[in-house]
């Protein structure tokens, strides 16, 4: 009797068609970057030409999602089919097809093979990439017509809190329930957050935080990372114990920058000494503020100092809400100096995993750095009631906030001649911070106002493993 014939597996799937209007939603901002919706009106013409399109788009950020509503809206008969793995039988992808391939591993052989797709141009290709990886070099210039390009979020700060409302609006509908609202502090854990998983990631937090908050408003208390519920046993692998390369440059250059008015300020009035000599007012004016610079130099390489001896950092669990009452004291005479009215939301205290010695010295140059960008008589809010997050939150004129996010974010390189520096104090919180395992970030908000969000790894609650 003849073996029956085994069939072969089938190295694709046909994917579910998305509707207009969810196709429409998913290809418009905040979704899309304004940049890559610009470019959408050539990547819908592509379809009727079978010309690729690049979705150069991190997988956890929704990239299959994408293909779904570009094939919804390109307006192709054929169905969209998903080629998995690195040699896809691409030979048996129907003609008319929309065709979703990841195309950065494919081996030689499945190169060879969509070269052949593309050459007939029966199938149209919507190649999915990670941001940063290379394309096969046969494909690299014959792809490189339309690319829709979406960075990570961690990337995408400033649209989060537009994002986090189309995703809240989203689960709303599923659910038939009312928009719910974003409180500033749940905004600005989000804002701290790195967020490895991507978009896939801020909805299964704020899916999280509907199910286990009021209903009305997200607050702070509601939000839950995977890092949060997982509780590593060990703290994060400590840097080393100062800057290097290029950061030591940076940091040098600011302490010149610091420097170099008060020695302005003594050497002016040393050249007027003689008539200083004989002029009790000028005299005691110059007495003051030669003291003043003096005072103020000795502060900040006092500040260097114990920057220098703080070291490795030793993690422990640390109630956060006593280590700013704290520091807040010891700031008085700052705050007082520029009548800056500090008020500190009344919640259970916040705690995180970090070195205490490392963290008091963090708060005290953030403060003090808050200090000289928030105008006289301002009011700087204080929250540190969410594990592992502290948020000052304050005015600031645009240019200030736009200084504060630009040198708070670990990425961003100003210039060496930027006279915009900020005060060191800045600079050397965030590397303590990051030693932590923590890190700094800046959220601009509307009406002047802006947040600082410093964020550490949470302690894990009391009886926890």
């Not at 899309?32 to 690729?52: E, V």
């Not at 590593?232 to 940091?251: H, R, T, Y």
């Not at 006092?302 to 004291?329: D, I, K, M, S, Y």
């Not at 592992?388 to 210039?415: C, H, K």
Request: hydrophobic residues 50%; aromatic residues 2%.
């Amino acid at each position: 009797m003849p073996m029956a014939k085994r069939a072969e597996p089938r190295a694709w799937s046909v994917l579910p068609a998305l509707d207009a209007e969810a196709a429409a939603a998913l290809l418009s901002p905040p979704q899309l970057p304004a940049a890559a919706a610009a470019r959408l009106p050539m990547a819908r013409r592509a379809a009727a030409a079978a010309i690729p399109v690049v979705l150069e788009a991190p997988a956890a950020g929704g990239r299959l999602r994408l293909a779904r509503a570009l094939h919804a809206l390109g307006g192709r008969e054929g169905p969209l089919v998903a080629a998995t793995g690195r040699r896809p039988a691409l030979d048996a992808v129907p003609a008319g097809a929309t065709l979703y391939l990841d195309v950065a591993s494919l081996a030689p052989a499945a190169v060879l093979a969509l070269e052949a797709l593309l050459d007939d141009g029966a199938v149209w290709l919507l190649a999915g990439l990670e941001p940063g990886s290379a394309l096969p070099a046969r494909l690299a210039r014959r792809l490189g017509a339309v690319v829709l390009a979406v960075p990570p979020l961690r990337e995408r700060r400033e649209e989060l809190p537009a994002l986090a409302e189309a995703v809240l609006a989203r689960l709303a509908r599923r659910q038939a329930t009312p928009l719910p609202g974003l409180a500033p502090p749940a905004l600005a854990r989000l804002a701290a957050h790195t967020w490895p998983g991507d978009l896939g990631e801020l909805e299964a937090v704020l899916g999280r935080a509907l199910l286990v908050g009021d209903g009305d408003v997200v607050q702070a208390a509601d939000l839950a990372f995977d890092a949060e519920l997982a509780r590593p046993a060990s703290p994060p692998a400590a840097p080393a114990a100062a800057p290097a390369g290029s950061e030591l440059e940076f940091v040098l250059t600011e302490m010149a920058h610091e420097l170099r008015n008060p020695m302005v300020t003594i050497k002016t009035y040393a050249r007027h000494l003689p008539a200083l000599l004989d002029d009790a007012e000028l005299r005691s004016r110059f007495e003051t503020l030669a003291s003043e610079a003096i005072e103020r130099m000795d502060g900040l390489l006092e500040n260097v100092l114990a920057f220098a001896r703080l070291g490795a950092p030793r993690c422990q669990a640390v109630e956060v809400t006593p280590l700013v009452a704290r520091v807040l004291a010891e700031m008085e005479p700052e705050l007082a100096g520029r009548a800056v009215r500090v008020r500190r939301v009344a919640a259970p205290a916040g705690r995180c995993a970090a070195d205490p010695e490392h963290l008091a010295y963090a708060l005290r140059n953030l403060f003090a750095g808050v200090v000289r960008e928030v105008p006289a008589r301002e009011e700087l809010l204080v929250d540190a009631a969410a594990n592992g997050v502290v948020t000052l939150r304050f005015a600031a004129g645009g240019e200030a906030a736009d200084r504060l996010r630009r040198l708070a974010a670990p990425g961003e390189a100003p210039s060496l001649g930027d006279p915009s520096l900020l005060p060191l104090a800045f600079r050397l919180a965030r590397t303590v911070l990051e030693r932590n395992g923590g890190g700094l970030s800046v959220v601009p908000e509307g009406s002047g106002m802006a947040t600082l969000v410093m964020r550490l790894p949470a302690a894990p609650l009391e009886g926890s493993p």
